[in-house]
């Protein structure tokens, strides 16, 4: 193990000594008793709105400090009751075209279609004697590919944006929760429509019903797509559907049986999409009886749903994976199930567990507060949030911010989603997460290169090829081998699939709107005047204070305060490289 990573699970353990100190009460740990107003702090206001949205500036921080602890929680749960009509919808570049959909699960499939149809993907085919007839049709394929990576890029960035302006923290939270836990990868889908309106199913359900979001999933055409569940149909069950339900969604291994997960299957056959609409195709839906967790009858796709939310196991699941995602990695047996009768008496409302976590004690002790590794969409909103700003940068790009992290928008690794905690933290990225705002606070944009308008070297170089007179074959073989031997491939060929992967990105990038491309609006000078900062030391304090949840070590503190000795006060750069070291610390990675 490197010196850095030592240090920071150094600075894991010491976190709980450091809030125990701060506690100065019993240790909470496990009590779900709620928190009595006079214990109530700007502490403990601070890592409420770290956990329950992405942090704060100090004023907002003040503001939920000087409430009572219920009216704190209430303010952000009940976000219904913000306004927050003024959140910009996504803007979407009208990329696909009724030929498109659905959209060929291959390049072989959509030449498939092209040579038994003579069109495809909404063109024709060339006519009989032409080179490369089916070029139209593979170009068209990869344009789709290449417009639809484009148009999710800027989903993301659209929904970080979302993040870090919302009125309703605690709205964008837990949709990004739903997200992990209804993990569904763009990679797959291959539909950035689908993956917004699955966005906005979960936000729209976020703090409902269980019940309202296991409907609207396992009704949603990106995971009818992810999971497969257009091939499971009642000569053939496909497992996938079911086993995911009851292994990821509600239940935990070891709850159910294998017999179980093949009912669940033969229940769901013929759940499948047409295209963008949930439909039910009643010829291949299985309308026998199935015994499922001993329940017997012509069940589908509800019924299994009802019937799993019947378990205790559910309610003890699904309020452990939030409790984890918003407390702490470690429940102990007494709370997950005191959390999970509470979830299941309250028909599953996801709002009233969440207010029982974040008024209790446990929430609030030292075991909880700044154990927490940031994921690393969460570690750059709450970054952004705590500088003030109010529009997300997009020099650096926000995706490969994140993603070089191991966190994508619309890209899980896998249907189990991100595993979290210290799975976060790797030599490698331990490395990143130091450097990681670098490139914020001191941004390039003469030399940034927009990865929504990048073409890889290997297809820019065929259009080089093109441009100095090749013929399509050439271009795409480097121009080497025998001249003659690549006219005769360049007549028999029906398509170039290079040189369709390069006209797939240029018409990719004349249909796909540009990501708007702009540095950090900061001004660090402000920050401190603002904080009545006029000294090393007390810009030092200022910046921990801000921005670490954890209290800097004596000899840190020191070594910061140096590097400020002898700067101006009034210096941008000099404060920014300060920041810049802050954010660097071990201690910045905590929440």
């Known amino acids: 193990m490197s010196r850095s990573s030592r240090r920071f699970l150094c600075c ?31 502490e403990r206001a601070a890592h409420l709105v770290e956990r329950a949205g992405f942090g704060g500036t100090p004023e907002e921080i003040q503001h939920l400090a000087l409430l009572t602890p219920q009216q704190a929680v209430d303010s952000l749960v009940d976000y219904q009751k913000i306004d927050n009509s003024a959140a910009p919808a996504f803007e979407a570049s009208g990329v696909w075209d009724a030929g498109m959909d659905p959209f060929p699960p291959s390049r072989a499939e959509a030449v498939r279609l092209g040579r038994e149809h003579g069109e495809a993907l909404g063109v024709k085919v060339l006519p009989d004697g032409s080179p490369r007839r089916l070029q139209p049709v593979v170009d068209k394929f990869f344009y789709g590919l290449r417009a639809n990576s484009i148009e999710t890029q800027r ?10 302006t919302t009125k ?14 209804f993990a569904t990868g763009d990679a797959k889908v291959r539909d950035a429509r689908m993956m917004l309106r699955q966005n906005e199913m979960l936000r729209r359900h976020a703090e409902g019903r269980l019940r309202d979001l296991l409907v609207g999933i396992l009704e949603d055409p990106a995971m009818l797509v992810y999971l497969d569940n257009g091939e499971n149909v009642k000569k053939h069950p496909n497992e ?25 299957a033969r229940a ?29 009858g012509p ?6 749903i009802d019937t799993i939310l019947n378990q205790d196991a559910t309610g003890e699941f699904v309020a452990a994976k939030i409790y984890k995602y918003f407390v702490r990695d470690e429940i102990s047996p007494a709370v997950k199930a005191e959390l999970g009768r509470g979830f299941k008496t309250s028909r599953y409302e996801v709002r009233s567990t969440l207010k029982r976590i974040f008024l209790s004690k446990d929430f609030y002790s030292p075991a909880s507060m700044a154990t927490q590794i940031k994921s690393p969409v969460v570690l750059v909103i709450s970054t952004y949030k705590k500088v003030g700003l109010r529009e997300l940068p997009t020099v650096p790009d926000f995706g490969r911010l994140t993603g070089g992290l191991g966190q994508t928008l619309f890209d899980p690794p896998n249907v189990a989603g991100w595993a979290g905690g210290r799975t976060w933290i790797t030599p490698a990225t331990l490395l990143q997460r130091g450097n ?15 990865p929504d308008r990048l073409m890889p070297g290997t297809y820019a170089r065929v259009g080089e090829n093109i441009a100095k007179g090749m013929n399509i074959t050439e271009a795409t073989k480097e121009g080497t081998g025998d001249a003659e031997s690549n006219a005769q491939v360049d007549r028999d060929e029906d398509y170039n699939t290079r040189y ?35 000294t090393a030391e007390a810009i030092v304090d200022h910046f921990a204070k801000r921005f670490l949840s954890v209290p800097l070590s004596a000899k840190d503190r020191a070594a910061f305060v140096e590097f400020m000795r002898g700067k101006s006060v009034t210096s941008e750069p000099a404060l920014r490289e300060l920041l810049y070291l802050v954010l660097s610390a071990p201690e910045y990675q905590l929440s």
Request: avoid cysteine; proline fraction near 3%; charged fraction near 25%.
């Open 168 to 181: 309703r923290p605690l709205e964008e939270k837990l949709t990004l929760f739903w997200h992990g836990h």
């Open 500 to 534: 369709a992967s390069y006209r797939g990105y240029l018409m990719a990038f004349e249909r796909t709107k540009p990501i708007p491309r702009r540095v950090a609006d900061l001004s660090l000078t402000s920050m401190i005047a603002a904080a009545h900062a006029n």
């Open 240 to 264: 996938n559907f079911g086993r995911e339900l009851l292994e990821l969604f509600t239940m935990g291994v070891g709850r159910y049986t294998e017999r179980d997960v093949r009912e669940a």
């Open 12 to 42: 894991l353990a010491a976190a709980a000594g450091l809030g125990a100190a701060a506690a100065a009460a019993p240790t909470w740990t496990d009590d779900l008793s709620p928190i009595a107003a006079a214990d109530w702090n700007a």
């Open 299 to 304: 069940l589908d796709g509800t019924d299994i």
């Open 268 to 296: 769901f056959t013929g759940w499948t999409n047409d295209v963008l609409q949930f439909k039910v195709d009643k010829e291949q839906h299985d309308f026998g009886d199935k015994t499922f967790l001993g329940r017997t």
């Open 155 to 164: 989903l993301g960035v659209w929904w970080a944006n979302r993040m870090l």
């Open 436 to 450: 990681l705002f670098r490139d914020v606070l001191f941004a390039d944009a003469k030399n940034f290169r927009a």
